[in-house]
């Protein structure tokens, strides 16, 4: 049995992300890696840890794999003033994408709810993800 207790593993997780500010949010992201970024999108009521193994696969595969907990979840804040909707999610979401340097697109993972605020940020931002699959790089580049 193991003897780690629960705020040692959460230090262990901070430890491996980092915090930076979207729109006066304290956010949380696990970015692993260089080459295309691949964004890993949580649903509830979990968080980036969900990917920290799939993140340091897609690292060795020469991705570059990011999860950012959403707002309310994991370790970044929980205002209460936020708009906790798929598109409030999704508008966080791209200026999270904004703050991480993804301006020339990514990939997109889902998973659970991150499946319809990954399709409302898709719907609202129709340049911002790539594709998985494509050949030319995002954007068409």
Not at 27 to 40: I, K, N, R, S, T
């Given at each position: 049995?193991?003897?780690?207790?629960?705020?040692?593993l959460l230090d262990q997780h901070q430890a491996c992300g980092r915090y930076f500010d979207v729109d006066g949010v304290r956010?949380?992201?696990?970015?692993?890696?260089?080459?295309?970024?691949?964004?890993?999108l949580h649903g509830v009521p979990t968080s980036a840890c969900l990917f920290r193994k799939m993140l340091r696969s897609l690292?060795?595969?020469?991705?570059?794999?990011?999860?950012?907990?959403?707002?309310?979840?994991?370790?970044?804040?929980?205002?209460?003033?936020?708009?906790?909707?798929?598109?409030?999610?999704?508008?966080?979401?791209?200026?999270?994408?904004?703050?991480?340097?993804?301006?020339?697109?990514?990939?997109?993972?889902?998973?659970?709810?991150?499946?319809?605020?990954?399709?409302?940020?898709?719907?609202?931002?129709?340049?911002?993800?790539?594709?998985?699959?494509?050949?030319?790089?995002?954007?068409?580049?």
């Open positions: 049995m193991s003897t780690t207790t629960v705020a040692q956010a949380f992201a696990l970015d692993y890696g260089q080459g295309e970024p691949v964004l890993c690292e060795a595969q020469g991705l570059r794999g990011i999860s950012v907990d959403l707002p309310g979840l994991g370790l970044t804040g929980r205002p209460a003033d936020f708009d906790y909707t798929f598109r409030g999610f999704a508008r966080f979401l791209h200026r999270a994408t904004e703050a991480l340097g993804l301006q020339q697109g990514y990939h997109l993972v889902v998973h659970d709810i991150g499946g319809a605020i990954g399709l409302a940020l898709a719907a609202d931002h129709p340049l911002a993800p790539c594709g998985a699959g494509r050949k030319q790089g995002c954007r068409g580049q």
